[in-house]
């Protein structure tokens, strides 16, 4: 029999409304929407006349699509002690995310070629709770497995242009545009234009800029050595390739700068497919935040000034260029992180970059660009509505991997994935609640708003707050594609 969902406040993501439905949802038992209930009424009407298996009241929470988060470091096989499926799949759900994709360079082996690829999909399945897809990579020498990755299922490919910390970067190494270019007409040579091109958008320096190396543990001393101008020239190439290859999608990943947007919106206003994501940590912390030996909060790009914040949430508007949020989750173990006890703890030189932030990164972004947001967010202009947050971390992102028909809304025929939660109540960020592997974040002590209370993936429930997770059941997504179709198979 069917499952009825029930809520005060659903949020279809259809377009059809900005104001939540007092309504319901029917789930048949494969996990499918069969009927929206838009009204007391036709619940009234439906539970009349009809039985269904169970029936979920979630009063007054917000029921909306499930989250999609495009931008996850998933680092197993090989190194399942800095983030593995199960830990990771844990903190989506904990989240509100029902689907995950997973990028291709931090496990070892790395996913760039088809057998790392089932190495992958083969460590995951019966361990992950929400949905995974995956990211193939492009690095030198691997061309003649791009179009056999896209065959076998990955979202689209992903590269670097500045070589990525050890010891990720001897196994994933960096392109620069010749290679990249080469990878692009390779793929329109093999007749390949399925798939979009995701690039972490940061170009090296003509001549480094030297760090303070007597002052290690001061964040300015890693923030000196990675300024704005390398990610601007990055967006500058990907501007160039989008224009040279106006059939393929290209995307720039977590950018931080807002000095790199002028390019992608030049590109987006003249019709050429160049789409941009940035992560919460960039729209919610700032340099002037950074602690002493705050390693945490290193990452690439770095997290920057304050004054960089408002030109970002002002670019999150419909229209604005950048399309969407991701996390860049990419936690790793103490001792890299440059954590634990000894003369090397907090040197943000040596320390590995990446936040950890899956879990948390709903209310970090609701705080501090939602709608009534505290001291310390954005201006009234440009606070985000639930509407905003759809679509910046559901719809975008399901159509930048190709998932848009089966997820990303609630609607007949859709996957039956929700997340339920208050976007009024608050919490403090306690580490020892974080289910990834590691529990070193940022946002440690802080104080956010809104909790996530429940996720349903296809009509299951996988997390319930209080009461822990259900049984793994998530699946594994394989897209099946040839020049002229693309279509997901739900396996």
């Known amino acids: 029999m069917d499952l009825l969902f029930l809520s005060r406040r659903i949020f279809?993501?259809?377009?059809?409304?900005?104001?939540?439905?007092?309504?319901?949802?029917?789930?048949?038992?494969?996990?499918?929407?069969?009927?929206v209930l838009r009204s007391p009424q036709e619940v009234n009407t439906y539970l009349y006349n009809i039985e269904s298996e169970a029936v979920y009241d979630f009063g007054d929470l917000v029921l909306m699509p499930g989250l999609i988060d495009s931008n996850v470091h998933i680092n197993e096989p090989g190194r399942k002690d800095w983030e593995g499926f199960v830990t990771a799949t844990k903190a989506a759900a904990a989240g509100g995310f029902t689907t995950i994709i997973d990028r291709p360079a931090n496990a070892s082996p790395p996913t760039i070629s088809v057998a790392a690829l089932s190495a992958k999909t083969a460590t995951a399945r019966g361990k992950i709770y929400v949905d995974v897809g995956f990211w193939g990579g492009i690095v030198p020498g691997n061309g003649d497995q791009l179009a056999p990755l896209l065959a076998a299922g990955v979202m689209g490919l992903q590269c670097t242009l500045c070589g990525s910390a050890s010891p990720v970067g001897e196994e994933f190494p960096s392109v620069d545009e010749t290679?990249?270019?080469?990878?692009?007409?390779?793929?329109?040579?093999?007749?390949?234009?399925?798939?979009?091109?995701?690039?972490?958008?940061?170009?090296?320096?003509?001549?480094?800029?030297?760090?303070?190396?007597?002052?290690?543990?001061?964040?300015?001393?890693?923030?000196?050595?990675?300024?704005?101008?390398?990610?601007?020239?990055?967006?500058?190439?990907?501007?160039r390739l989008a224009q040279r290859y106006p059939r393929r999608r290209l995307h720039a990943l977590n950018v931080s700068s807002a000095e790199a947007l002028a390019p992608a919106e030049a590109c987006q206003q003249a019709g050429v497919h160049l789409t941009v994501e940035t992560c919460p940590h960039y729209l919610a912390l700032s340099a002037e935040e950074v602690p002493q030996c705050g390693t945490e909060f290193k990452t690439w790009p770095p997290i920057r000034q304050r004054s960089n914040q408002e030109q970002l949430r002002r670019a999150l508007r419909p229209g604005g260029a950048i399309r969407m949020i991701a996390s860049d989750h990419s936690?790793?173990?103490?001792?890299?992180?440059?954590?634990?006890?000894?003369?090397?703890?907090?040197?943000?030189?040596?320390?590995?970059?990446?936040?950890?932030?899956?879990?948390?990164?709903?209310?970090?972004?609701?705080?501090?660009?939602?709608?009534?947001?505290?001291?310390?967010?954005?201006?009234d202009d440009l606070r985000l509505s639930v509407s905003d947050i759809h679509r910046l971390m559901c719809w975008e992102p399901a159509k930048l991997c190709g998932l848009d028909r089966f997820k990303g809304r609630i609607a007949e025929g859709y996957d039956g994935d929700f997340?339920?939660?208050?976007?009024?109540?608050?919490f403090s960020v306690a580490p020892g609640n974080l289910y990834t592997a590691t529990k070193a974040t940022p946002y440690a002590g802080r104080r956010l708003r809104g909790v996530v209370h429940a996720t349903v993936v296809r009509g299951l429930h996988v997390y319930q707050q209080f009461e822990g997770f259900g049984q793994p059941l998530g699946k594994v997504l394989l897209r099946k594609s040839s020049r002229k179709v693309v279509k997901f198979v739900r396996m």
């Open 419 to 426: 997340c339920v939660w208050s976007p009024e109540e608050e």
């Open 179 to 239: 290679q990249l270019e080469e990878a692009l007409q390779r793929l329109g040579t093999e007749n390949e234009d399925d798939g979009v091109i995701a690039v972490h958008a940061e170009l090296p320096l003509a001549v480094d800029i030297p760090a303070d190396e007597e002052a290690p543990k001061e964040y300015a001393s890693f923030l000196v050595t990675r300024p704005p101008a390398m990610e601007v020239t990055a967006m500058q190439l990907l501007s």
């Open 331 to 379: 936690p790793c173990t103490p001792g890299i992180r440059c954590l634990t006890g000894g003369r090397g703890r907090g040197n943000f030189l040596k320390a590995w970059p990446g936040i950890n932030s899956l879990q948390l990164s709903l209310p970090v972004v609701w705080t501090a660009v939602g709608e009534r947001g505290g001291a310390g967010g954005a201006s």
């Open 12 to 35: 279809l993501g259809d377009g059809s409304h900005e104001t939540p439905l007092h309504g319901g949802i029917v789930v048949d038992t494969q996990g499918i929407i069969r009927q």
